[in-house]
């Protein structure tokens, strides 16, 4: 199983991105897709994720600017970020879980002031 992320970048405080992240390989009933980040210096937190059935769960800090959805079919969690921040700046790993935790390699994410 593979995860490859992509959509990261540098953008300027205000812009938006969006990051995609498809799953391949053989994988059964993948349960939560999500998305982590880590800053430089700072340990890695949620960002959001989804869950199969489509409840949504996100870190207060991008509430109402993040919005995580995914596609079952295509076995691929996206994450649409706003009005990014410099704070939001941070590598970002894509996850899933299907009986196990499998992850992403990262894409980095830089807004600039």
């Known amino acids: 199983v593979q995860l490859q992320a992509s959509g990261g970048g540098l953008v300027q405080a205000g812009g938006s991105l969006r990051l995609s992240c498809a799953v391949s390989?053989?994988?059964?009933?993948?349960?939560?897709m999500g998305w982590y980040r880590q800053a430089p210096g700072h340990e890695r937190e949620l960002v959001g994720m989804v869950s199969r059935v489509g409840y949504t769960n996100y870190a207060d800090s991008v509430k109402g600017r993040f919005t995580i959805s995914r596609s079952n079919v295509k076995n691929t969690v996206y994450l649409q970020m706003k009005n990014l921040k410099p704070e939001d700046t941070a590598l970002y790993y894509c996850?899933?879980?299907?009986?196990?935790?499998?992850w992403g390699q990262g894409t980095q994410v830089t807004v600039s002031s």
């Open positions: 390989g053989t994988i059964f009933s993948i349960n939560d």
């Open positions: 996850y899933v879980y299907s009986g196990r935790s499998y």
